[in-house]
């Protein structure tokens, strides 16, 4: 595994994968996050400042297309499953698995906004190793 020095002292250490994806405190830090990366990746494609918010719909979408709905409890809504990709990408950034700069060129090169956040969540997944 790569050394790396964690950057923030509030970020917990985690045992399991559900761990993560079920932690919402990381989740609200994770929805601000992804609407900030996703601000960025439109402001680049415009070629002028802008600012979005990503549905949850996209990112339940996206957090099944990934593969990750099997680390989740069964029965959960849409809206959990959002707040799971949430956590888990602002996790993978805090964690200095990814990168601000990965993030945004992913989601600039992706064919549509689920594509771009599925392959996000599937960076994250394979550079965590769940």
């Known amino acids: 595994m790569e050394n790396r020095e964690k950057s923030f002292s509030f970020v917990k250490t985690y045992n399991k994968p559900t761990e993560v994806l079920t932690d919402h405190k ?16 439109l402001s680049e494609k415009k070629g002028q400042p802008s600012g979005a918010k990503v549905k ?13 709905r099997r680390y989740m409890p069964s029965r959960i809504t849409s809206h959990i499953l959002a707040d799971a990709a ?5 996790y993978a ?12 060129a992913v989601l600039c090169k992706a064919e549509d906004v689920v594509e771009g956040f599925t392959q996000l969540l599937l960076m994250a997944k394979n550079k965590i190793m769940f």
Do not use: H, M, P, R
């Not at 929805?31 to 990746?41: E, H, P, Q």
């Not at 990112?59 to 297309?65: N, P, R, S």
């Open 93 to 104: 950034w805090l964690q200095k698995y990814i990168t601000l700069e990965e993030c945004v």
């Open 26 to 41: 990381l989740a609200a830090l994770g929805d601000a996050y992804i609407n900030f990366v996703y601000s960025l990746a």
């Open 86 to 90: 949430e956590a888990l990408l602002v």
């Open 56 to 68: 949850g719909t996209i990112l339940a979408e996206a957090f099944k297309k990934a593969g990750l």
